[in-house]
């Protein structure tokens, strides 16, 4: 794998140069390279290559030694973040059915071999330098497992190959003529968007500055971290972009360094681009577009001043390896014209753990694997447009959300007896928040607030809705919850059978 040699090399020969970064703690290529050694050592001796193996943690220096532990040793690895509630853990653990734990923060398990925090820093730390082995992967092996949010109301677990990692990493290197010396990264490691940094930034050399969960809670922290970083390349969502872009201080005289901002995950707003551009000028911007599913990203466009003038952003051209086809009931459809984006080639995954292939929205076209993505657009001189999804999966601050995987996991609490769960949008169209209508069953009591608790158990915080009970839901006229009339009562409009209960 040309992604495991180069960084193998770059650990071995770039020293004291600093490789990762959390908060306060720094690891440099050399000791990053002498703690995934004796880890992966430590690994190869209990389990066996080629069956996962569940990281939990978020960004502490001991993950990125996980993560290379697992990719030198031949472990496909599921990335864990500690804000997981229990119960979406229990069913990523039932699913994935990982071979073992390594937890960089606490964590019980019955069953399953775990190594615990203390275990983990004591292996990685202690004892003689063990050499990382020369990568010897096979390019149809798994390299990670990441899950996604699934309508059955189940997480999805896609599997991405060595293949398609390293023609990621190949296209994003492409991407940047001069390699940027440091990286920022914002997303958790179970969201792909953190691929995009993390494996790129050990492949040049680079620094990988993580910023974590409490940092990103705290303004002043987030902003003085992000001046110490020195930060080069940023890899954002756009909602990321836009907390940013509230404090006036982000622009180039308090942030000279940044070169570059890749977004992917979610749409990019005009509004955003041109804000950027202006507070940032000559700021390159990388609009990319993909599902997990494809492996990060499949498409890029450079958005200058031309582009950000437009109603609606380019998402770009594919890159090598890629072909994307507009298909509608069918048939291919002519350039400009409407239909579901599908994806071929290289980047597509190879499925959904435990699921037949073409069970799925995956595929095979011309003898090579494809994916229906379920968005909305349309090609114009070879670049793509992203318009929307076709279904009811969106995004909250960049996460993707299913509206059905929020109402199985609602409607499964014993008091709730009906669910339908809808989506507020900001005036941009941004979807901003969730709302969950419920009916409680005969003779139920329970608050919003015992049911939210109680949520919060099996979803993580942004997929939590707000709750509001509701007697007797609207139906269309064919018989089917009006989720149009939901969305007009969440956003205020017009009376409703509400329930007395919203007023506790
Ligand atoms: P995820 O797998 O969580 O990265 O979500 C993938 C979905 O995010 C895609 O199928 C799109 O719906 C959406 N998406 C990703 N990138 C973009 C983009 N640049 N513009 C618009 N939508 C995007």
Redesign the pocket.
């Known amino acids: 794998m040309i992604m495991l040699e180069k960084i193998w090399k770059n650990l071995r020969e770039k020293g004291d140069a600093p490789a990762y970064l959390c908060e306060t703690q720094q690891l440099s290529y050399q000791a990053l390279g002498e703690w995934a050694g004796r880890l992966c050592r430590n690994l190869q001796k209990r389990f066996s290559p080629g069956i996962p193996i569940l990281l939990y943690g978020h960004k502490q220096p001991v993950m990125a030694a996980a993560f290379l532990a697992c990719a030198f040793g031949g472990f496909p690895f599921v990335p864990v973040d500690s804000s997981t509630p229990k119960e979406r853990l229990r069913a990523i653990l039932a699913s994935a059915r990982p071979q073992g734990l390594l937890a960089a923060e606490p964590l019980r398990a019955e069953k399953i071999p775990l190594l615990s925090p203390e275990v983990l820093e004591q292996i990685c730390q202690g004892g003689e330098a063990v050499p990382l082995p020369f990568p010897a992967r096979k390019m149809d092996e798994l390299f990670y497992i990441m899950y996604?949010?699934g309508s059955t109301g189940a997480p999805k677990g896609?599997m991405v190959t060595c293949e398609n990692l390293d023609s990621f990493v190949s296209w994003m290197t492409a991407l940047f003529p001069q390699k940027p010396a440091v990286v920022v990264n914002q997303a958790a490691f179970s969201?792909?968007?953190s691929v995009a940094d993390f494996w790129p930034a050990l492949f040049w050399g680079a620094r990988e500055y993580t910023l974590s969960r409490r940092t990103q809670r705290d303004y002043p922290a987030l902003f003085s971290q992000l001046e110490s970083s020195a930060g080069e390349l940023m890899v954002l969502t756009?909602s990321f972009a836009s907390l940013l872009l509230a404090d006036q201080s982000f622009c180039a005289q308090r942030f000279p360094m940044l070169k570059t901002i890749f977004?992917?995950?979610?749409?990019?707003l005009p509004k955003t681009a041109q804000m950027l551009l202006k507070r940032f000028p000559g700021l390159r911007i990388l609009?990319?577009?993909?599902?997990?599913?494809c492996t990060?990203?499949v498409?890029a466009a450079e958005i200058g001043e031309k582009e950000a003038s437009a109603a609606l952003?380019p998402?770009g051209n594919p890159k090598p390896g890629m072909e994307i086809r507009i298909e509608n009931e069918g048939r291919l459809a002519e350039e400009g014209e409407e239909g579901e984006?599908v994806l071929v080639g290289d980047s597509v995954a190879a499925g959904y753990v435990g699921t037949e292939l073409y069970a799925t929205s995956f595929g095979m076209r011309n003898g090579k694997r494809s994916y229906c993505?379920?968005?909305l657009g349309w090609m114009e001189n070879g670049v793509l447009y992203?318009k929307?999804?076709l279904d009811s999966?969106v995004?909250i601050h960049?996460?993707?959300v299913e509206l059905q995987d929020v109402e199985k996991n609602l409607s499964a609490l014993p008091s709730v007896a009906e669910v339908v769960v809808v989506s507020r949008e900001d005036r941009n169209g941004r979807t901003v928040r969730l709302v969950g209508f419920v009916r409680l069953g005969d003779g139920q009591n329970q608050t919003k607030r015992q049911l939210q608790a109680l949520l919060a158990q099996r979803l993580p915080e942004y997929m939590c809705p707000e709750i509001r009970f509701i007697q007797a839901f609207p139906l269309n006229e064919n018989g089917k919850y009006d989720r149009k009339r939901l969305k007009e009562i969440a956003d205020g409009k017009g009376d409703f059978a509400a329930d007395p209960r919203n007023w506790e």
Do not use: H, M
């Not at 609009?287 to 599913?293: D, R, V």
């Open positions: 996604t949010s896609v969201f792909d968007l756009p977004f992917c995950g979610e749409t990019l609009n990319a577009y993909g599902p997990t599913e990060v990203a498409t952003l998402v984006i993505t379920g968005d992203c929307g999804r999966q995004k960049g996460y993707r």
